[in-house]
Nanobody, 119 residues
Framework: QVQLVESGGGLVQAGGSLRLSCAAS????????MGWYRQAPGKEREFVAS????????AYGDSVKGRFTISRDDAKSTVYLQMNSLKPEDTALYYC????????????WGQGTQVTVPS
């Protein structure tokens, strides 16, 4: 049973930082792309960042480039999202996901963690 458990969300003032964590379990993720997405109230889910576990190539959404960094800890099977220079428009529910490179229909989501940046 694949599980993705996010943590680290909270309320932070504009300009501050947060680090989100996604603990992955239930299988080996070496041939998966791990990603972070977010969804604000009334808006569609938006791509934030991703990396391929094998090889480590990364990608970022335009709105977070230069402010957010995705990384991993292999020993802990955990993916992180370091968020700096936070803005009110970063307020959203942040989701972790894992998608198989070989079988894209194998797609898993966590339950989400809330990030709030008051204006």
């Amino acid at each position: 049973q694949v599980q993705l458990v996010e943590s680290g969300g909270g309320l932070v003032q504009a300009g501050g930082s947060l680090r989100l964590s996604c603990a992955a379990s239930g299988r080996t993720f070496s041939n998966y792309v791990m990603g972070w997405y977010r969804q604000a109230p009334g808006k569609e889910r938006e791509f934030v960042a991703s990396f391929r576990w094998s090889g480590g190539s990364t990608a970022y959404g335009d709105s977070v480039k230069g402010r957010f960094t995705i990384s991993r800890d292999d020993a802990k099977s955990t993916v992180y999202l370091q968020m700096n220079s936070l803005k009110p428009e970063d307020t959203a529910l942040y989701y972790c996901n894992a998608q198989s490179v070989l079988y894209p229909n194998l797609l898993y989501w966590g339950q989400g963690t809330q990030v709030t940046v008051p204006s």
